[in-house]
């Protein structure tokens, strides 16, 4: 799925609202009604959608009643600092083999499931560490953004001291986020090609970009310099 289309199935409050209720357990149309406060005609619209859109899913029980649980395992996530902009969607897909090697042999669960309490305390616990790991990895992931941001800071005063005029300050900026062709670079900047060419090569020629052939096409990127780490 475009993560585009999920943000703005997820932009109506009402469907966050089922997808949060329906994390907690599979629900009936009625139920989801009562739960939200919203008339059935208009759930029944919101669970189309997103059943639609591949997030949810709906079996059939045995009084032939229809209810609905998520169907998808996914990862959404969204960041915005005064340079970056990136929406990423992730499939988690779950590794039943992979799962079977973390967890303990047949014969083990057999005995442990026969232990049931002893066997979800240690279910429990493994989850704790999970959450522990969760929570350190979303420290990690702010303290990169920050540190992310604060060295494009510096960069942004050093391209004002090295470069020659506003257009060259823009190029500079772009190759800084990520190689690219001289059609993008035009297009992001709304500039005439020969002028941004011209540019790019007298940045070539004071050695601070460079490009590479790739499928017949010049992307530009800048010169990478080799940093001596001293023992």
């Known amino acids: 799925m475009d993560p585009a289309t999920l943000l703005d199935i997820l932009g109506n409050e009402n469907r966050r609202k089922i997808i ?4 907690s ?25 997103l059943e639609q859109a591949g997030l949810i899913e709906c079996s059939v029980d045995e009084q032939r009643r229809k209810y609905f649980n998520i169907a998808n395992n996914m990862r959404l996530e969204v960041s915005v600092s005064p340079y970056t902009y990136n929406v990423i969607l992730y499939d988690i897909a779950l590794d039943k083999e992979k799962k079977v090697e973390h967890s303990v042999t047949e014969n083990q669960e057999t005995a442990a499931r026969e232990r049931s309490s002893s066997f979800f305390l240690k279910l429990s616990s493994r989850l704790q560490k999970l959450k522990i790991r969760q929570e350190e990895l979303v420290q990690m992931q702010q303290q990169l953004q920050a540190e ?35 059609a993008v670079l035009c297009y992001n900047l709304r500039l005439h090609p020969s002028i941004v060419n011209d540019n790019l090569i007298d940045l070539a020629e004071r050695g601070f970009v460079e490009y590479s052939i790739k499928n017949n096409q010049h992307y530009w990127k800048l010169c990478e310099m080799e940093l001596k780490i001293d023992d």
């Open 20 to 23: 949060q209720l329906l994390a």
């Open 148 to 182: 992310y941001t604060e060295l494009m800071d510096c960069c942004l005063e050093s391209i004002e001291e090295v470069a020659k005029n506003p257009i060259e300050c823009e190029l500079l900026f772009e190759l800084l986020k990520s190689e690219t062709t001289l």
């Open 25 to 49: 357990r599979p629900c009936y149309v009625s139920e989801i009604s009562g739960r939200l406060g919203v008339g059935p005609k208009a759930i029944i619209s919101h669970l189309n959608l």
